[in-house]
């Protein structure tokens, strides 16, 4: 519960920070409605001059993108500033500041801080998912929040090992474009390139196909297990690569 409501009071804290310049906050919004207009237009102009992306049809390809911007916009909601800014913090000292608090430090500089207009993101996954996702239930939407959270648990863990990385290198200024290349590459099925493209396949292929009714129980424990496994190593790295930071003081 001390957990939980330190992430509510940094919620509430960050949306009334947002709430400020609220035309900036609606102005941000759109862009991100106008994002997803440009990627349906892209994937609607690739399927007139095909039917299908290796074994997904162009019904399945938008439940594919519905299901990442799910996780996207949860990613980037919750936790994509912070991961992305702790080079600097590593580089700065900041780090300090989180690792002196009476709680986990990398719970607290994972939920800092909120981009609350990345909600666009999530709500377009959601239109997206009402449009293409066929004979929705109760029990199917029970599966997307199930496994979109994993997916979620992925990418974050991740994002996760690659920023850890900046422990070891003086100035990963870098990060940022690895992320975009997660991003763009993870709107499309992974499948099609073998096992090479694993873990990616974690994030939003395999909760796809799962959710689509395209796999059986194999992938269902290969994500369950998958997403516990990306997490407890992406953790343990991050544990080991902070005994090489050096703080302010230092």
Known sequence: MRYFKVFVTFLK???SQEMEFRSNFAIRLLTQFFYV??????IETYFRFTNNIGSWSRQEVFVLVGIFRLIEGMFHVIFHANLLYLPEMIRLGELDLYMTRPINALFLLSVSKQQWYELSTFASGVFILLYFLPHQTGELWLTVILFSFLGLV???SIMLSISSLSFYLNRFTAIASIWDVISKTNR???DIF???AAPFLLVATIPSRIILSKSGIGDVIVQI???IILFLLAYKFWQHSLKRYSSASS
């Open 13 to 15: 804290l960050n949306l």
């Open 37 to 42: 207009v440009v990627q349906i237009a892209l």
């Open 154 to 156: 992925c990418l974050y």
């Open 188 to 190: 499309f099925p992974l």
């Open 194 to 196: 073998g096992r090479v």
């Open 225 to 227: 297990t998958g997403s």
